[in-house]
């Protein structure tokens, strides 16, 4: 099986920053893109960054110049820079692995999206 374990969540003050991070291990052969989703309570999941295997990245309005993702693929991690975080950005984050394929059998490979448990990120006013 894929785990993707995140780290780096806190509780921080308005005008903060924090950078979370997000390792995918598993038998795996390659993943497309990585990227970071976030939930506040009461709202649907959406889209904060992506990165893909190609090295293209795309950001949420909200979060434009002031977030940055990256990725090391030879780690399979993504990270999340955060920084003059707000208030509203109070959610947590989970992180996402598109399309990763991974060994099942000497002779057969699967593919297949992963999420991570999410990690509590907390911006104080």
């Known amino acids: 099986q894929v785990q993707l374990v995140e780290s780096g969540g806190g509780l921080v003050q308005a005008g903060g920053s924090l950078r979370l991070s997000c390792a995918a291990s598993?038998?795996?052969?390659?993943?497309?893109?990585m990227g970071w989703y976030r939930q506040a309570p009461g709202k649907q999941r959406e889209l904060v960054a992506t990165f893909t295997s190609s090295g293209s990245s795309d950001y949420a309005d909200s979060v434009k110049g002031r977030f940055t993702i990256s990725r090391d693929s030879a780690k399979n991690t993504v990270y999340l820079q955060m920084n003059s975080l707000k208030p509203e950005d109070t959610a947590v984050y989970y992180c996402k692995a598109d399309k990763v394929r991974r060994r099942t059998s000497p002779w057969e490979t699967l593919q297949s999206d992963y999420w991570g448990q999410g990690t509590q990120v907390t911006v104080s006013s």
């Open positions: 598993g038998s795996i052969l390659s993943i497309d893109a």
